[in-house]
């Protein structure tokens, strides 16, 4: 189907593909942020996920393996902002930002000897018939496991966080971190398991950079993709629904401002992409008027250090 | 010592430094570097970073170099020079288009200090320019290109309409044309010197739209390993020889040897003859080097280009010669003119033939 010179098949295929990164990370951030943390360590836990993913498959040939390094690499990193920011209360902005640094520096570290070296292919599903389905096949049974796994885990952390009683917890502690204290539930433990949740999500969205999109090792890959996720959540008003619209959303923009360009269309670059930012700020003040006499979309004890005293 | 004294302590004592009081003679001459990308981008930063640790080599202990990498084009640039400039460093070496402005203001409050600003035009007393001819490896490129092309469509991955980018599209595409006059070229901006994933989604996205050779303008290997992917794709090492992607996709490659120039103003540092100048090289100084021509290349194509090189770097063929017109159809150059470095250095239209609209 081609519409204005734009093939619109190719543009949604491609779209999906490019925002997978940013729909991992900010639903694992999503998740965290729900348990009232605020780590802005998103973009380094990313680029660890993206080296040691890619430092695993290439090692074992797996790139399955290569997804469970990622996701272990970025909860492990997690696991230092938690331990950092829950049991030494130290101040999550800070200790976010840190991170980030500490991300790409140690992912630069490690990452040396993989400089041109060519991971092992991620498979696309077999689907057989079904790809073949003009339009929609291209759309929906083209990709490979991972493109599917992160719309599952959309679809798992909102029934997770609308339908469970764990779920309820997570928000609970989110919302009020002394009242959820009081009735027994354990909240640095919560926010433990959020945080390191969050951290695989993340290190396994680099992964993905690092083995199927680019896909090789390059220091500072992400290249800010990290910071894109963050704001997603916020677009998203923390609601996971919202996140795979936000990150299909951005994703879309870039991957159709290059189809566009390559199309032979003249367009203004720099409009488009302001376009996703400029969306973020009107939907954080249209949300902010909404509920001004309401509940607040953010968690209420979002980014505050809970100690509980005896 | 509060945090304000101590800082005016440090910019005193910096200041005195770099006014030039008598150093002592076994103090080394310290040279520094800002990188727009990581010196693991295996293309640009990387080739310069290869030129810094040859003359740290070359020099021994009479030169200490440091270098920053990943500084943006923009505040943060005049923020690392000036930190640069305050821990001494005498010789310091910018290595983006896009530090040029941050650099002049720089230079202007360390009249003392040396600055080089690669790829610019803006000169001072204490401030020269250097670049390399990268359109003489470009037509190399669009030879390659328009003989090898089967769908006749080159896509062109550049990172801003400057000066020099526009030249390297015009030159791959008058030489792409040359060969074979069916050839278009398609162009996209992704307005970033250094973003792996949008460099592989503008790749991609040019290979969708049915180009089989890309090139590229950006500082990554991403368009290579996507070009790889798609398989029946050819690409230029950009920069570096990026050999790891030989013998395809990577037919070829433009690398950029800042070594002997580097070598050449540090020893004018430490013999006190530097002056302010500025330097413009291309195949015939070494400062643009043809990497290794792959087996993908047929040997009749091969032995073309390198007839092409070796009058490039004699100065017997000008890339840019006459007739050429502008894009709209106006007249550019006359049979045999060919342009002088000044109009070269400010090239902002596209020669006629190409489609594509050169944002402004």
Not at chain 1, 217 to 236: C, D, H, R, S
Not at chain 1, 256 to 285: D, E, K, N, R, W
Not at chain 2, 90 to 112: C, E, H, R, W
Not at chain 2, 192 to 201: G, H, R, S
Request: charge should be neutral.
């Amino acid at each position: 189907m081609i519409l204005g010179g734009i093939d619109i098949v190719t543009l949604i295929a491609t779209l999906m593909a490019a925002s997978t990164p940013v729909l991992l990370a900010a639903t694992g951030e999503l998740v965290a942020e729900k348990s009232g943390v605020l780590n802005l360590g998103v973009e380094g836990m990313m680029i660890i996920g993206a080296v040691a993913g890619f430092a695993t498959a290439v090692g074992t040939g797996s790139p399955v393996l290569g997804f469970l390094g990622g996701a272990i690499a970025g909860a492990l990193l997690a696991t230092l902002f938690a331990v950092l920011t829950q049991v030494f209360l130290s101040n999550q902005t800070a200790t976010g930002l840190a991170l980030t640094m500490f991300g790409l520096g140690l992912s630069a570290l490690f990452g040396k000897g993989f400089e041109g070296v060519r991971p092992p292919a991620t498979g696309k599903v077999p689907f057989g018939p079904l790809s073949e389905i003009p339009g929609l096949g291209r759309i929906l049974f083209s990709h490979d496991w991972v493109v599917y796994l992160s719309l599952a885990l959309v679809v798992a952390v909102w029934a997770f966080l609308r339908f469970t009683r764990a779920g309820l917890i997570l928000r609970a502690v989110g919302e009020n971190a002394e009242a959820a204290h009081a009735l027994g539930y354990r909240v640095i433990a919560v926010r433990l398991m959020a945080l390191a949740f969050g951290g695989a999500l993340a290190g396994m969205g680099g992964a993905y950079l690092s083995l199927v999109r680019v896909p090789q090792w390059t220091e500072g890959m992400t290249a800010g993709a990290g910071w894109i996720a963050l704001a997603i959540v916020v677009f998203a008003s923390w609601r996971a629904g919202r996140v795979l619209i936000g990150a299909y959303l951005f994703g879309g923009i870039t991957a159709l401002q290059l189809q566009l360009q390559a199309a032979g269309y003249a367009i203004p670059v720099h409009l488009l992409s302001m376009a996703p930012y400029v969306l973020t700020i009107v939907v954080l003040v249209v949300l902010s008027a909404i509920h001004r006499r309401g509940v607040q979309a953010a968690p209420a004890a979002l980014g505050r250090s809970f100690h509980a005293s005896t | 010592m509060n945090r304000r004294t101590f800082l005016q302590t440090t910019a005193a004592t910096a200041v005195a430094a770099a006014a030039g009081l008598p150093a002592r003679a076994a103090d080394p001459l310290k040279v520094g570097f800002i990188y727009v990308g990581p010196i693991g981008d295996m293309g640009w930063s990387y080739q310069h970073d290869q030129a810094r640790q040859a003359i740290a080599k070359e020099f021994g202990d009479k030169i200490v170099t440091t270098y920053v990498e990943n500084v943006p084009e923009g505040p943060d640039a005049e923020r690392a020079l000036t930190q640069l400039a305050l821990e001494g460093n005498q010789l310091i070496f910018a290595t983006s288009f896009g530090f040029m402005d941050a650099t002049v203001n720089v230079a202007k409050k360390f009249p003392n200090v040396k600055f080089e600003h690669a790829t610019g035009y803006k000169r001072a007393d204490n401030l020269a320019t250097y670049d390399a001819r990268f359109y003489e490896g470009r037509a190399i490129q669009g030879t390659i290109a328009g003989r090898m092309t089967k769908s006749n469509k080159i896509g062109y991955i550049g990172s801003f309409p400057i000066p020099e980018v526009v030249q390297g599209i015009n030159s791959a595409f008058i030489h792409a044309k040359k060969v074979n006059p069916d050839v278009e070229i398609k162009v996209v901006w992704a307005y970033t010197w250094f973003d792996p994933a949008k460099e592989a989604d503008a790749a991609a996205a040019l290979i969708a739209e049915g180009c089989d050779v890309i090139m590229q303008h950006t500082d990554s290997t991403a368009p290579q390993a996507k070009a790889q992917e798609a398989g029946n794709v050819i690409t230029f090492g950009q920069a570096s020889d990026m050999a790891a992607f030989a013998p395809m996709p990577r037919v070829t490659s433009t690398i950029d040897n800042w070594e002997p120039y580097y070598k050449k103003r540090v020893a004018a540092m430490l013999d006190g003859s530097w002056t302010s100048e500025s330097t413009w090289g291309g195949i015939g100084t070494g400062m643009v080097k043809i990497g290794e021509i792959s087996s993908a290349v047929p040997a009749e194509v091969k032995a073309e280009v390198e007839a092409l090189e070796s009058k490039l770097a004699s100065g017997e063929y000008h890339p840019f010669t006459g007739p050429l017109n502008k894009q709209d159809g106006s007249a550019w150059l006359a049979a045999g003119e060919t342009p002088d470095d000044g109009t070269l250095a400010g090239m902002n239209f596209f020669v006629e033939g190409i489609k594509a609209e050169l944002p402004k």
